[in-house]
């Protein structure tokens, strides 16, 4: 049985940073495209980051372009985003995924999905 668990999302100020990361278990990390999403209430779900089969494959979303991070740690079977300049849009429940391709993440569609963190950046 497949499990992906998001851990450090919190509350940051404006311009601060927070590193998110997501576990898994059931599933290799390193054999499979990795992505980050996340929702606001009300709203879809918005395609942050994805990761491919290799370390130098990443996409994003333009409103994250820059100040955003995605990477895998094979070692600890992890996937991570690292957020820096953190702005207050950026608040939302963020959730990993595991997906067939990171263009297909990026599409929306992912195979496994964890359960989600928050984040909330303050102004």
């Known amino acids: 049985q497949v499990q992906l668990v998001e851990s450090g999302g919190g509350l940051v100020q404006a311009g601060g940073s927070l590193r998110l990361s997501c576990a898994a278990s059931g599933l290799t990390i390193s054999s499979n495209p990795m992505g980050w999403f996340r929702q606001v209430p009300g709203k879809e779900r918005e395609f942050v980051a994805a990761?491919?089969?290799?370390?130098?494959?990443?996409l994003y979303a333009d409103s994250v372009k820059g100040r955003f991070s995605i990477s895998r740690d094979n070692a600890k079977n992890t996937v991570n985003l690292q957020m820096n300049a953190l702005k207050p849009e950026d608040t939302a429940v963020y959730y990993c995924?595991?997906?067939?391709?990171?263009?297909?993440?990026?599409?929306?569609?992912?195979?496994?999905w964890g359960q989600g963190t928050q984040v909330t950046v303050s102004s």
């Open positions: 990761i491919g089969w290799s370390f130098d494959y990443t």
């Open positions: 995924a595991a997906g067939s391709g990171p263009e297909r993440l990026r599409a929306g569609v992912g195979t496994y």
